[in-house]
């Protein structure tokens, strides 16, 4: 709604929450995204809004739910056109109780790093297969650990994935002119950690 210059903004915007017993860090992600496919629309470059903290939610989760719908809406893949100038230039959060603004700074800074990663990872997946293919994908592990200390990347070729039985990883491959790879990589924390985690995932770049 138009504010006809009763207060600094032009613009407000009022989205609803949902009811007290299903408010949520999702409900707050999603407020956060709306806001800002909505500035987009209107051409509105500066956004600041209240943070979002009710209830037995802390402010560091709050401020981190916010900041990932705010950057993760704001994510388009422009890579092969002219970008476009459509983004807010700025997204600010404000809070009445001054206590909540470190914890909240760190939840941002938590929302800034994973948003990265999931940007880092729909570039790659919005990219043709012309131009992310398995040798570029072994590059771009490479490129992750490089540097870190802590990652190690072990990459198995063509040869190496016949001695294992990948027979999968292998059949799939004869529908490529590019050779097929299974890359391993390992994180190791600098503190100790009671658990291993898991996580594979499949890299088909042609299909």
Do not use: W
């Not at 600041?48 to 719908?69: F, I, R």
């Not at 809070?95 to 603004?101: A, C, K, L, P, T």
């Not at 990265?116 to 994908?137: C, H, I, K, M, W």
């Amino acid at each position: 709604m138009h504010t006809h210059d009763t207060i600094s903004a032009k613009r407000v915007l009022v989205i609803g929450l949902g009811g007290k017993e299903e408010f949520g860090l999702e409900g707050i992600r999603q407020s956060a995204a709306v806001s800002i496919n909505v500035a987009k629309e209107i051409g509105a470059k500066t956004i600041v809004s209240v943070l979002h903290s009710v209830g037995e939610l802390k402010a560091a989760d709050c401020a981190q739910a916010m900041a990932e719908g705010a950057r993760l809406a704001d994510y388009v893949f422009d890579k092969y056109k002219k970008p476009s100038n459509k983004s807010p230039k700025s997204f600010t959060i404000v809070s009445n109780d001054g206590r909540d603004v470190r914890s909240a700074e760190k939840g941002i800074e938590l929302a800034r790093l994973l948003a990265q990663g999931t940007v880092f990872a729909r570039d790659l997946v919005n990219s043709p297969a012309q131009d992310v293919y398995p040798e570029r994908l072994v590059q771009v592990a490479r490129e992750i650990a490089r540097g870190t200390g802590n990652i190690r990347v072990k990459v198995y070729d063509r040869e190496q994935l016949k001695r294992m039985g990948a027979g999968g990883i292998l059949g799939v491959a004869q529908g490529s002119d590019h050779p097929p790879y299974l890359v391993h990589m390992v994180y190791k924390p600098k503190t100790k950690t009671k658990k291993s985690v898991v996580l594979v995932g499949k890299a088909v770049t042609f299909d």
